[in-house]
Each structure stands twice: as structure tokens, then as C-alpha cells.
């Protein structure tokens, strides 16, 4: 009978474990559990980054995978967030836990705080770590194949969880407020928690979306009112040479006819991830002057709004601003096959409160 209990619990704990790694995986899927575990531990995983330099993006992907979001077992009757084991240096307090194999030792704390700050000195004081702390903070994809090939999880897709949390639920924020470069309050999450509307407010602003007349170029209607487009002047492109900054995201400014591959090799970035961080079609050469991420760009704009200008399309907004093209349509209730009308206004950071004008034959 009770060979039958170990094994129960060692598949309920597979199982748990398992389910919470894909749901990790799933995109564009936020769990409120998870949100209430980041709202809770984020300052901790932040001063532990600036008492050890261990990313806060990191530690906090880490806690939410290694506990199910502050659901497990094992945290609940230890306080223990990183599933650490006792090894034979640990001489503090301990409880039996079946993970990989049947009543498994692990360690035992008083409170959150010590585990995390217990996890952020065993990494630190470990010489098979060591090479991760030479890592850029910002580098959370270095960090979670590091921890992996280290040997901190026997989960193979290990990594991959840890970069799919931290990238679903903006969790590289909170790395930048430990820096310096971003505010407390500024992170996706909190901007996504100050947006409270209501069923009738949704409804108001669907009733409120404008309609553009067939027929009349520079005429666009709002339910009875036209107004012709302003003539705005086109997007600046006096940005300096070689790498800087917009929004916090790393970015250059590149010349028609230089060589993607080239710009990989200078920023030591696989070719595929300037497609994937610029949101564009493989091709050889920069087509025309642009900017060119070397970086995910952000999911909030670092400004509040953006006028549209004359020649500008809904991409090269996106790029402007160092903003994800779905949070911009998302942000706007667009699609991306709209042509949003000169002078009109696009929201960055918070949902408009209805879709802005379109041009004449955008639908």
C-alpha cells in the first residue's frame, strides 16, 4: 500500500510538472495564477539581482516553472521555489519530497525570501555557473541555455520554459528595472493591470470605430462627421551611427544595400533572429534606409501615442517606436492589411478608445 502511495504521488508530480510546461509553451495565453506569483515576487527577484546579478527575468521564470506559479506541493510545505535538493552541504532544515525519484531530500525554509536568496548564493558560490555571470544580464536566452547546460534541470526542453515564460509574460521588464532602464510601474504587467474596461465601454467604442465613405479619397467618416486627413510630414531619419537605443531596445540605423548577413556577423546574432526581432521576409540586402532591431522589440511603446505620417504604413510604426507589430494592432483594433489615415492617432501603450481613421480602400 504504501510502495502504491509513492508511486501516485511521484506521477501526480510528472503529471503537474508536465502540464505547467505546456502551458508555458502556449502562446499568447496568460494564466491570472502566474500574474499573482509575478505581482508577488517581483521585487525579491529584483533586489536579488542587484545583490547578485542573477537576471530578474531569470529567477522569476525559474520560481514560476520550478513551484507551478506558487502551487506545488513542495512549496507550500517548504518554502522552496527552485526545487533545490539538500546535497551534502546543506545542514539547514529539510523535507521529503518525491520529484525524480521517491522521498527525495530537499531543502527547507522559513519564508520566500530565503529561497531566493539561498538559490541566488548557490548559483553564485558554484564554479559550474560561473561562466554565466560573464553573460550581458539582458542576455535571458544565454542564461536559461546556460542553467540547463549546467546541469540545474533534468527537464530536456528545460530552457525553452524558462525563455517562453519570461517572453509571454514580459518578464525581461522586471531585469530592467533592476538595471536602472526602466521605471517600477512601467513593465507590461502593470500597464496591462491599469486597463480596466468594462462591457459597455467595449460596446461604446465598437459603436464609435469609424467608417470611410467609398468614393471620396480624402473623406473619413466618424458615424456623422467628416473630416479630411491633415497633411502631417513624413517619419525623421536623422539617427546616429552605429548601435543606439529606442525604447530600450538595441537598434541600428542601415543603409539600402547593406548585407544582412553582415549586420548578424557585427552583433553576433543569428541571421534568422534580425527577421524574427524586425518582423519582416527573409531577403539578402536592406531594401531602403531603415532601422534594424538587434533585439526583441518591446510589447509597449515607450510613448503614450504616435501621429500618423504621410507614407508611413503600420511596420514602419512598429519600427519607429521599437513596438511588436501585434501589440500595435492589438493596442488599436487593427489589422495588419489597414492603412490608418494621415494625422491619425495610434496608442502605444494602453488600448485606444476606438479604431483610428483609415484610408480609403484599407479594410
Known amino acids: 500500500m504504501q510502495k502504491l ?26 494564466d491570472p495564477v502566474v500574474i499573482e506569483y509575478i505581482n508577488q515576487y517581483k521585487k525579491l527577484a529584483i533586489s536579488e539581482m542587484q545583490r547578485t546579478g542573477i537576471p530578474a527575468s531569470i529567477k522569476l521564470a525559474q520560481g514560476i516553472h520550478e513551484t507551478s ?51 541566488s548564493n548557490y548559483l553564485k558560490n558554484t564554479p559550474r555557473y560561473a561562466s554565466l555571470f560573464e553573460l550581458d544580464p539582458t542576455d535571458y536566452k544565454g542564461w536559461a541555455y546556460g542553467l540547463k547546460k549546467a546541469g540545474y534541470a533534468t527537464n530536456p526542453k528545460y530552457s525553452q520554459v524558462l525563455i517562453k515564460l519570461i517572453e509571454d509574460y514580459d518578464l525581461q521588464d522586471y531585469t530592467m528595472i533592476a538595471l536602472g532602464k526602466l521605471k517600477d510601474g512601467q513593465e507590461t ?35 456623422s ?45 543569428p541571421l534568422a533572429r534580425i527577421f524574427e526581432f524586425n518582423e519582416m521576409r527573409v531577403q539578402e540586402f536592406v531594401d531602403k534606409d531603415r532601422l ?16 500618423v505620417k504621410a507614407g508611413e504604413t503600420l511596420p514602419d510604426i512598429a519600427q519607429t517606436e521599437a513596438l511588436r507589430l501585434e501589440s500595435l494592432l492589438e493596442y488599436n483594433y487593427l489589422q495588419p ?25 484599407s479594410k
Open 5 to 30: 502511495k509513492i508511486l501516485f504521488l511521484f506521477f501526480a508530480s510528472f503529471v503537474l510538472k508536465n502540464s505547467f510546461a505546456q502551458l508555458a509553451e502556449s502562446r499568447g495565453q496568460q
Open 69 to 119: 506559479a506558487g502551487q506545488s506541493e513542495l512549496v507550500k510545505k517548504s518554502n522552496n521555489h527552485f526545487g533545490l535538493k539538500c546535497k551534502s552541504e546543506w545542514t539547514g532544515m529539510k523535507v521529503k519530497h518525491t520529484d525524480d525519484a521517491p522521498n527525495e531530500c530537499f531543502r527547507k525554509y522559513d519564508n520566500p525570501d530565503d529561497s531566493y536568496k539561498d538559490q
Open 189 to 223: 504587467l502593470a500597464q496591462k493591470d491599469t486597463k480596466k474596461e468594462d462591457k459597455d465601454s467595449e460596446k461604446k467604442e465598437a459603436d464609435e470605430k469609424p467608417v470611410v465613405l467609398p468614393g471620396e479619397p480624402e473623406v473619413v467618416v466618424y458615424g
Open 225 to 269: 462627421k467628416k473630416e479630411k486627413e491633415p497633411v502631417v510630414e513624413g517619419p525623421r531619419t536623422n539617427y546616429p551611427e552605429g548601435e543606439f537605443k529606442i525604447n530600450e531596445t538595441k537598434v541600428i540605423y542601415a543603409k539600402k544595400g547593406t548585407s544582412y548577413l553582415s549586420i548578424a556577423e557585427n552583433y553576433a546574432i
Open 292 to 307: 534594424i532591431y538587434i533585439m526583441r522589440k518591446r510589447k509597449f511603446g515607450l510613448n503614450e501615442q504616435h501621429i
Open 337 to 361: 492589411n489597414m492603412q490608418p489615415a494621415v494625422g491619425s492617432v495610434l496608442y502605444l501603450r494602453t488600448r485606444a478608445p476606438g479604431m483610428p481613421a483609415l484610408t480609403i480602400g
